[in-house]
């Protein structure tokens, strides 16, 4: 099997579209809440009803995989977001807060099943063909979020609102939910991957000793890639004065050093060994949130933003990609249930940390979000050996 067949181009675009959509409304969020006038501390609060749906969502992602298939799990949170996300620009569901965050807590459990599903699909395609894919998958990720990027900045600058912009994406994105739903029922020789048979054990996954360590490495990645999701664009934006043009292209240096680095990770994976590429990626991570945050101070401007984010975007892009691949190397777990079981603990340690920093962006600006997770970075660059041994072990 070769990257070309169709089997590769399936999961590419579940990435794709997932990305454009999940970008469209995030890269937006400051028009969306002054129109809706929501505080950044009320997002805040919308963001972790986000997160709760998601709690929800990891611990019955597995049962929901095994039951129906991850491609059928996929097309149908898919068109979830669909219909959830120009809600949730539009504020039509309730006024203020409760129309935001309505929207987001559904959002939140569907990309949950998500996230298991989609992964899961580029991890066997991985399996079966032999060859290393699962980074060059999160790249058509990193293609959504720059297409996404700079559409909503075109939209933007042409007054379009954000609802009516993710209806419209969401039109199109229709034919890949069809396929997704249906493609098996007129006939998929070799299924993708189709309900697995169910495995023995609790119904939710819980974390274990391996799943905690793959986390703990882990850890400042994701938490810098869902700082930039969230709270860059009021940065760019509301502190640094930027228009939406500009910041757009900002936005979009992150993605593209995202999708670069993902595009060569699966050769570096293949090259390096894991402690030795933790650490590139900690170095590269961290010289980028140096500057982002220095070079508006030391007067460089936009090229230094442009520089800072595109390395963030680099170092954080293969996290990802690595925790995948090596939960499907959980010598007694299965990797469905492996890989629900990161998902949710990196929910509960990580994906509630962004969201939680409404009330310091609002206090002190949104400048300092940037500078959490850099004690983790500091972690990974100094413990990975020892980490990755005490996996080992």
């Known amino acids: 099997m070769t990257l070309r067949t169709p089997l590769f181009a399936l999961p590419a675009a ?141 939209a933007a600058s042409r007054r379009m609102t954000a609802a009516s912009e993710l209806v419209l994406l969401g039109a199109a994105s229709l034919p890949l939910v069809v396929l997704l739903l249906l493609l098996l029922r007129v006939g998929d020789p070799e299924p993708l991957v189709s309900a697995e048979a169910p495995v023995k054990g609790p119904r939710f996954a819980r974390p274990d000793a391996f799943v905690i360590g793959l986390l703990i490495l882990i850890a400042g990645f994701s938490i810098t890639e869902r700082v930039i999701y969230d709270w860059s664009m009021f940065y760019l934006r509301e502190e640094l004065g930027l228009d939406a043009l500009s910041a757009s292209r900002i936005y979009a240096a992150f993605t593209i050093g995202m999708f670069a680095a993902r595009m060569a990770g699966d050769g570096l994976r293949a090259r390096l060994r894991v402690r030795v590429l933790l650490r590139m990626m900690a170095v590269t991570t961290l010289a980028g949130l140096v500057l982002c945050i220095a070079s508006p101070l030391a007067g460089i401007g936009e090229a230094g933003l442009l520089a800072g984010f595109a390395l963030v975007g680099a170092g954080v892009a293969l996290g990802a990609p690595v925790a995948t691949s090596l939960a499907m190397r959980h010598p007694t777990r299965s990797a469905t249930k492996t890989m629900a079981a990161y998902s949710l603990a990196s929910l509960l340690a990580l994906f509630a940390v962004p969201p939680l920093l409404g009330g310091l962006v609002e206090a002190h600006g949104a400048v300092w979000a940037l500078t959490v997770s850099t004690p983790l970075l500091l972690v990974v660059l100094l413990c990975a050996g020892r980490i990755v041994g005490w996996m080992g072990r």
């Open 14 to 154: 579940i990435f794709l579209v997932n990305a454009v959509l999940y970008v469209t409304l995030y890269s937006r969020l400051p028009e969306v809440t002054a129109a809706q006038g929501i505080s950044p501390a009320a997002l805040g609060l919308a963001l972790l009803a986000q997160t709760g749906g998601t709690l929800l969502g990891f611990p019955l992602a597995a049962r929901v995989i095994e039951r129906f298939g991850a491609r059928r799990a996929a097309g149908a949170t898919l068109l979830v977001a669909m219909l959830l996300l120009p809600l949730a620009a539009s504020g039509q569901l309730a006024p203020g807060l409760a129309g935001l965050a309505l929207p987001l807590f559904g959002y939140g459990f569907a990309m949950a099943i998500m996230e298991v599903a989609k992964n899961l699909i580029a991890a066997r395609i991985e399996e079966r063909s032999g060859r290393n894919v699962i980074s060059k998958c999160h790249g058509f990720w990193s293609t959504g979020l720059f297409v996404g990027a700079v559409l909503g900045g075109w």
